[in-house]
């Protein structure tokens, strides 16, 4: 099924006696750090490794107000990504809720790549009626195509009153490619949403011969076809809709609604730019080649077994032992070894006091009775000096320990290590920090 090429007026959203807003975002993605500034979705700092499991979060949320002809009846929701960087392996949207289903009825379809250019210049101009759909990602795939997209719609069964607020949300799972020769791209993804009012629905009812219906157990907006059953009357129905004409701003964000996307722009894996108009018409997703992580934990126990939380300083109990164990982590192994930098910090509170003490390797004995400043012993115990650790531990360079002071009083220790494999999990450290007098 392809929508005909005799194109129509389009609207990315409309504003009414009201309030409308539209949302999409990357969820399961990790966030990045630029200047001790957390990076998040509002900030066009996402990144993932090639393999990660991600969704993309859509919400369109409308407060119908004022006369009954600004009521809400029925919604097309077209999400985009391109599949250069993600498997052909895409779930079915999940309404996540937001009080509309009892109102109405959703369905959903998966949108082909069209031929020629596929960009965000093209996925930026694309219109709904632009596509060819189908009813799931395997009929997609028989027929040839390569998924780009999702559709889902929503049609009003029932009257929707006025006077209250509602949200449409819908998540997608989508997994980035199992292939690293992606790593150092962004992928965008970008929303767009044609809505109708009652006004809109009406029009196009009596256009049919149809009867226009106003009570709380049927309602006009039913007649607006589907773009997968009926492409040329979704066309109709478009035309019908006054021409795209926006009737009045009352909307919080209608000047992102009619904004094309600009992806985030990094330079040498650091955010730069771009990511506008924020999350109102899209999100970036930057692919890195590994995430470095740390598990740290009080290696002190209670009597109990857990780990120890509270310390009774007038009972000798003025030592803290704890445990590092910083990794690099990937989803896909390398073919040829890569190696980076990891650099761990680890902040104290100010009435904490570093003992210049921790080592890398060696095991670790705990107090007898438990709960008290344990022991390290082992010939594989490294001080965490500048030194290539060798050995057991291969090439990797520890350097040594900074201890500074933040704006705060609270001390930092800066852990440095050189020459790390991708996916490689460093030596477990230990150290000691004890409560100031």
Request: proline residues 4%; contains cysteine.
């Amino acid at each position: 099924m392809q929508v005909g090429e005799d194109k129509c007026t389009y609207r990315n959203g409309l504003s009414i006696n009201g309030a409308i807003a539209t949302y999409l975002n990357y969820n399961g993605a990790y966030s990045t750090e630029v200047d001790g500034v957390i990076m998040g979705a509002n900030s066009g700092g996402l990144v993932a490794l090639p393999g990660k499991d991600v969704s993309v979060y859509s919400r369109f949320v409308v407060s119908p107000a004022g006369f009954t002809e600004n009521n809400f009846y029925a919604l097309d929701t077209l999400v985009l990504f391109d599949p250069d960087g993600f498997e052909q392996q895409i779930g079915q949207p999940e309404y996540k809720g937001g009080s509309i289903e009892k109102y109405g009825t959703f369905a959903y379809y998966y949108a082909a790549k069209p031929e020629g250019t596929y960009d965000i210049d093209r996925m930026n101009t694309l219109k709904i009626e632009d596509l060819e759909y189908y009813e799931s990602v395997e009929q997609l795939h028989a027929a040839g195509k390569t998924c780009c997209g999702y559709l889902i719609e929503f049609r009003a069964t029932k009257f929707i009153r006025i006077g209250a607020s509602y949200n449409i949300d819908f998540s997608t799972k989508l997994k980035v490619k199992e292939d690293n020769s992606i790593v150092g791209n962004v992928y965008p993804v970008v929303i767009k949403n044609t809505a109708w009012w009652k006004s809109d629905t009406d029009k196009y009812a009596v256009s049919l011969g149809k009867t226009i219906v106003n009570n709380e157990n049927e309602t006009t907006g039913q007649y607006i076809p589907s773009i997968y059953e009926d492409p040329d009357g979704f066309v109709a129905a478009i035309r019908k809709m006054e021409d795209g004409v926006v009737k009045e701003k009352y909307a919080s964000y209608d000047s992102y609604m009619y904004s094309a996307y600009t992806p985030a722009k990094y330079e040498n894996g650091v955010y730069v730019s771009g990511h506008l108009p924020k999350l109102y018409t899209g999100d970036s997703l930057y692919i890195f080649p590994c995430i470095s992580e740390t598990r740290n934990l009080v290696e002190i126990r209670e009597t109990t077994g857990y780990t120890k939380k509270n310390f009774d300083l007038d009972n000798g109990q003025n030592i803290v032992d704890f445990k590092l164990t910083p990794f690099v982590k990937t989803l896909v192994p390398y073919a040829d070894e890569q190696h980076t930098t990891v650099t761990m910090t680890y902040t104290l509170p100010e009435d904490l006091v570093y003992n210049n003490d921790a080592v890398i390797g060696g095991i670790y004995t705990a107090s007898s009775p438990w709960g008290y400043h344990g022991t390290m012993s082992s010939d594989e115990t490294h001080p965490m000096t500048d030194l290539n650790t060798g050995g057991a531990f291969g090439d990797i360079n520890c350097k040594r320990v900074q201890v500074t002071k933040d704006d705060d009083g609270n001390t930092v220790l800066t852990f440095v290590f050189e020459n790390v494999p991708y996916g490689k999990e460093l030596s477990t450290m230990f150290g000691e920090i004890r409560f100031s007098a």
